[in-house]
C-alpha cells in the first residue's frame, strides 16, 4: 500500500492537457511521470488492454505487475521516458536514455488510455490521482487536425475503443452501451471521436465522484497557470513544491510544438479570447452541434452549451 499511496497517476482523454499536467508535476517534483504505460510501444497486450472498463481478475494481476515492474524502472522502454528526452524518441541514444533511468526517480504515469478505469488504477497501482477534462469542441478540433493521433491507425482505434470499452460486464455501463446501440452508427471521423469523447466521459465521471477524484479542467489552467497548478501540487500532496513559470510555459518535451499558457485566453492588450478559440477555425457550426448533440445525447453535462464553463461536477 505504501508503494500505491506515493505514485500519481495523471488520467484525461487525448488532447486535453494530460501531456501539459505531467511536465508540470514532473518539474516541480523533479522526478519523472512515465509517458503512456498503456501504449503498445510499451505493452504487448496493448490491443486488449487499452480502453477497457473492467478486467479480470488475471488480467488485474498481470497488468497490476507490469506497472508496478515500470515504475519501478523495470521496463526500460524509450518511450514511457518520451517526455523527458531531448529528441524524439526514434532518435534518443541509448548511452542517454540509460542514463536517465538511473538518475531519475520515477513519481508516476500519465496515460490517455485507461481514462474509465480511475477506481481501477487506485486500488491498484496510484492513490494519488488528477483527472482532466477539456471541452469536447477543442478535443474533436484539435484531433481533427492530426493525422497521426491514433496508434493502432484511423479507423482502426475507434473499432478497438468500442469493442474494449464494452467487453466487459460492468452493471455501471449498461446505460452508455444502451445509448450508443440506440443511436445511429456514426458516418464521419468527427462523430466517431465525438463519441470516444462521451462515451469516455459517460463512464469516468461518474466513477471519478465515486472514487473522489478530483478533476482539473483544462480551460482554468490555460487561463489562470499559475493559480491552478499550485492546486494541482496542493492536490497531489506537494504543497512545499515551487512554481516557476518554465514549468508552466515551456514544455520539456522537444517536439511538443505548443508552448502553453502566454497569459491564457486574452490578447496583448488583455481582451478576453472567445471560448471559441481553439476550434472556430476548424469545426463548422454544424459541425460544432453536430459535436454538442453526441456529447448531449450521452448526458454528460460538464460544459454549457455556449461551451464556456463547467456546469457541475467534482472540483
Do not use: C
Not at 482505434?157 to 469493442?163: E, L, V
Not at 515551487?242 to 497569459?263: C, D, N, Q, S, W
Amino acid at each position: 500500500m505504501a508503494y500505491i499511496s506515493r505514485t500519481v497517476a495523471i488520467v484525461g482523454f487525448g488532447r486535453s492537457g494530460t501531456t501539459w499536467l505531467s511536465d508540470i508535476v514532473s518539474k516541480a517534483s523533479g522526478q519523472a511521470l512515465l509517458f503512456e504505460p498503456w501504449h503498445p510501444e510499451v505493452l504487448e497486450q496493448s490491443k486488449q488492454l487499452a480502453y477497457r472498463t473492467s478486467y479480470s481478475d488475471a488480467e488485474t494481476s498481470h497488468l497490476a505487475g507490469f506497472l508496478t515492474n515500470a515504475l519501478d524502472k523495470g521496463q526500460p522502454v524509450p518511450w514511457l521516458l518520451r517526455n523527458h528526452l531531448p529528441t524524439a524518441v526514434h532518435e534518443a541514444e541509448a548511452p542517454l536514455t540509460a542514463e536517465i533511468w538511473q538518475q531519475v526517480g520515477i513519481l508516476g504515469f500519465k496515460t490517455i488510455r485507461a481514462t474509465m478505469m480511475p477506481d481501477w488504477i487506485i486500488n491498484n497501482i496510484a492513490r494519488r490521482m488528477l483527472f482532466v477534462v477539456r471541452n469536447p469542441l477543442a478535443v474533436v478540433s484539435s484531433i481533427v487536425r492530426r493525422t497521426n493521433f491514433w496508434e493502432y491507425g484511423w479507423p482502426d482505434t475507434y473499432d478497438i475503443f468500442m469493442a474494449n470499452t464494452f467487453a466487459g460486464e460492468s452493471a455501471d455501463i449498461a446505460g452508455v452501451h444502451e445509448t450508443l446501440k440506440a443511436r445511429p452508427a456514426p458516418t464521419t471521423d468527427l462523430e466517431k471521436v465525438a463519441l470516444m469523447w462521451a462515451v469516455t466521459h459517460a463512464v469516468a465521471v461518474p466513477r471519478l465522484e465515486r472514487a473522489h477524484v478530483p478533476i482539473l479542467y483544462y480551460e482554468d489552467l490555460y487561463r489562470q497557470p499559475f493559480e491552478w497548478a499550485r492546486k494541482v501540487l496542493d492536490v497531489l500532496g506537494m504543497e512545499e513544491r515551487g512554481i516557476l513559470p518554465t514549468y508552466l510555459f515551456t514544455p520539456a518535451m522537444t517536439t511538443m510544438r505548443t508552448l502553453h499558457g502566454k497569459g491564457g485566453l486574452q490578447t496583448a492588450s488583455g481582451e478576453r479570447v472567445p471560448a471559441d478559440f481553439f476550434w472556430r477555425d476548424t469545426l463548422s457550426e454544424d459541425e460544432q452541434a453536430t459535436v454538442l448533440r453526441i456529447v448531449d445525447e450521452f448526458g454528460v453535462q460538464l460544459y454549457s452549451a455556449e461551451a464556456a464553463r463547467l456546469r457541475a461536477t467534482t472540483s
